[in-house]
């Protein structure tokens, strides 16, 4: 069974770098895409960005300027980096698995951090 | 517009039957997946591609696309299928991800 594990700091200061860290067990990792998706609260889903079964990345355009999603084969983890940060991206962070590059679904996701951006 | 726009709520009575619309024009192309959110709890998957529920989902849950619009329909609606609602697919670029803004259904 497929298990998403994700990890990182939840409280920011403004300007500050969000980096999160999600760990694949369970399954393979090549040949899917890896999202992070975040949801502000009291509101609803937003898709941050993917890397690709072909090793590329593609990024929301609101965030590309200051989003970086990479991945570690060797470990079966990807990860997210968020720089200057704002109380706007405060907002419960989850990892997922986009099964299929086309139709997907998301069927795998992480259990979320929570992360708050405050001075 | 490479979004997805959904009815903010609908209500339906217990046992009856909803249906939540999605549109956009990424549907055209695109399958529509469909999760299912309940408070404090991460998405899960209810529906994708044509009409495939995912292993365990009850088979009340099914769907449709037409033209720019996917529907998900909850024939004789249980208590427990009071949640947020989102649609999901690759916008029309096929580079990207995208979410409809989500559908609170209350079951009265």
């Known amino acids: 069974q497929v298990r998403l594990q994700q990890w990182g700091a939840g409280v920011l200061k403004p300007s500050e770098t969000l980096s999160l860290t999600c760990a694949v067990y369970?399954?393979?990792?090549?040949?899917?895409?890896w999202s992070w998706v975040r949801q502000p609260p009291g509101k609803g889903l937003e898709w941050i960005g993917e890397v690709n079964q072909s090793g590329g990345a593609n990024y929301n355009p609101s965030l590309k300027s200051r989003v970086t999603i990479s991945e570690d084969t060797s470990k079966n983890q990807f990860s997210l980096k968020l720089t200057s940060v704002t109380a706007a991206d405060t907002a419960v962070y989850y990892c997922?698995?986009?099964?299929?590059?086309?139709?997907?679904?998301?069927?795998?996701w992480g259990q979320g951090t929570p992360v708050t951006v405050s001075s | 517009s490479s979004g997805l726009t959904q009815d903010p709520a609908v209500t339906v009575a217990l046992g009856q039957t909803v249906r939540i619309t999605c549109q956009g024009d990424?549907?055209?192309?695109?399958?529509a997946s469909w999760y299912q959110q309940k408070p404090g709890q991460a998405p899960i998957c209810v529906l994708h591609?044509?009409?495939h529920r995912p292993s365990g989902i009850p088979a009340r849950f099914s769907g449709s696309k037409s033209g720019n619009t996917a529907s998900l329909t909850i024939t004789a609606t249980q208590a427990e299928d009071e949640a947020d609602y989102y649609c999901?697919?690759?916008?029309?670029?096929?580079?990207?991800?995208?979410f409809g803004s989500g559908t609170k259904v209350t079951v009265l």
């Open positions: 369970g399954g393979s990792f090549s040949g899917y895409q």
């Open positions: 999901n697919s690759r916008d029309s670029s096929g580079f990207l991800l995208v």
């Open positions: 990424s549907l055209r192309r695109y399958h």
């Open positions: 997922a698995r986009f099964y299929d590059y086309w139709s997907g679904p998301f069927d795998y």
């Open positions: 591609g044509e009409n």
